[in-house]
């Protein structure tokens, strides 16, 4: 019996159909960026750093810039996935000073195992994120004003639990201290993972090129296919080797790197992470469509306080102490525009995981450079605040404008607008 076959479609190029570069301009709205212009701005930071400062660029400073991004970036990882919801999490900062007080004064005061107080840290975190899910999804509580909330409660449990003497230091003999601070990868291991990540990534593609091919549908070329995967190998190649010539990569950022990439397994795989995409981009159609609005809504503020609650684990182990100030409003602040810078969309339904990643390592660097600069913090704070509010700006004219308040489904150009 005769089947015919599907032909195979190819997209028409940019000069076949056309376009000229303001179609193509008007066509940005419709298209998903990503983290790509994000890449682009800390390629271009690093230009100008490295230009005025050559230190900047060094493997030493490099080393230092990803051990200090870790903490932060597990916030941040937390926020893009309560953002991806429509919500937003203002006390992310507190939780992570709360859960690095948990620790210190476990381990640091009564000598309890650092698994036991780890763990009790990150119960802080589940405990807070599943009262914000109740009180958002049951009772209708706006999360803005419900996080801002919670910020000024746990700040002030924090007090209490640090005490009269506001600071507790943690033993430099400490796993912790050991894990945050002194335990990089050995030169084996960090390669093996080079292989092994390059391994699972090129057979991951394959397979979904070959998927496509099958199906008749447009896919990567062999010669592209190759390209990329060759790109991918060369870049991980050149950062384990020139990390390599001074500590190495830590283990703080192979565990963030590491859930980052689950995270972003978990969002474009499963059902869980359809539905955070589906209520974040029109939770009507979302409930409509069968989609637990409320369990998967849940989810996400726990998920995002647990992760606060780890980037302040990791935070305490780095200092090896935890005060007052720790998981100061620098700390919120910080995250919320990592997670923006990155490309995710503060209007829900638009961002990945590697947001955090792209987005901590923009902040982490603009914080390093003006600091071998010898500029002093209000010069970080400006820096930073426009770089936030171009991203906002390219968030906003992606979505083809602000959001209209006056509709109900809060849709323009294809997003929702903030449930907060």
Same mark, same amino acid.
Do not use: K
């Given at each position: ?8 479609? /190819? ?24 983290? $790509? ?21 060094? $493997? ?64 802080? &975190? #589940? ?33 209490? +639990?640090?005490?009269? @003497? ?15 601070? @002194? ?10 993972? #080079? ?16 998927? /496509? ?40 950022? +192979? ?62 182990? /780095?200092? $090896?102490?935890?005060? @007052? ?24 339904? /638009? &961002? ?32 930073? &605040?426009? #770089? ?11 979505? &083809? ?20």
């Amino acid at each position: 019996m005769y089947r015919p076959t599907a032909p195979a479609v /190819r997209e028409p190029t940019a000069a076949e159909a056309g376009e000229t570069l303001p179609g193509l301009l008007r066509r940005l709205p419709d298209r998903d960026l990503g983290a $790509a212009p994000a890449v682009g701005v800390l390629f271009l930071i690093w230009a100008v750093f490295g230009i005025v400062n050559p230190a900047f660029l060094s $493997a030493e400073n490099l080393v230092n810039l990803t051990l200090q991004a870790a903490p932060t970036g597990m916030i941040a990882l937390g926020v893009v996935i309560v953002l991806l919801v429509g919500q937003i999490d203002l006390s992310v900062g507190s939780v992570s000073g709360l859960a690095a007080a948990v620790v210190a004064v476990t381990t640091g005061l009564h000598d309890w195992p650092v698994g036991i107080g780890i763990l009790l840290a990150l119960a802080v &975190g #589940v405990l807070v994120g599943l009262g914000y899910g109740v009180c958002a999804t049951r009772f209708g509580l706006p999360s803005l004003v419900l996080t801002l909330a919670g910020l000024l409660v746990l700040a002030g449990v924090q007090l209490r +639990v640090l005490g009269p @003497q506001g600071s507790i230091n943690l033993p430099f003999e400490s796993r912790l201290v050991s894990f945050a601070q @002194q335990s990089f990868l050995p030169p084996l291991v960090a390669w093996a993972l #080079v292989a092994g990540t390059v391994a699972v990534v090129a057979a991951t593609q394959w397979a979904r090129r070959a998927r /496509r091919v099958r199906a008749g549908l447009p896919s990567a070329s062999l010669t592209e296919f190759l390209v990329r995967v060759a790109a991918l190998a060369a870049v991980l190649a050149a950062t384990v080797a020139y990390l390599g010539t001074e500590r190495g990569i830590g283990y703080p950022v +192979v565990l963030f790197v590491s859930l980052v990439a689950l995270v972003d397994v978990a969002l474009r795989r499963t059902r869980w992470g359809r539905s955070v995409r589906a209520v974040g981009g029109d939770r009507r159609s979302a409930l409509l469509a069968g989609v637990a609005v409320r369990r998967t809504t849940m989810s996400c503020f726990i998920a995002c306080s647990t992760l606060a609650a780890l980037g302040g684990v990791l935070a305490a182990g /780095r200092l $090896a102490a935890a005060n @007052q100030g720790t998981g100061g409003a620098e700390i919120y602040l910080t995250a919320i525009a990592a997670a923006v810078i990155g490309g995710t969309s503060l209007f829900g339904g /638009r &961002g990945s995981a590697w947001s955090a990643l792209v987005g901590v390592l923009v902040i982490t660097s603009i914080s390093s450079g003006l600091t071998l600069l010898d500029l002093d913090t209000a010069s970080r704070y400006i820096v930073t &605040g426009l #770089v936030l509010a171009l991203a906002l700006a390219a968030d906003i004219h992606l979505r &083809g404008g602000p959001a209209r308040p006056d509709l109900d489904s809060g849709i323009r150009g294809g997003g929702a607008r903030p449930r907060w």
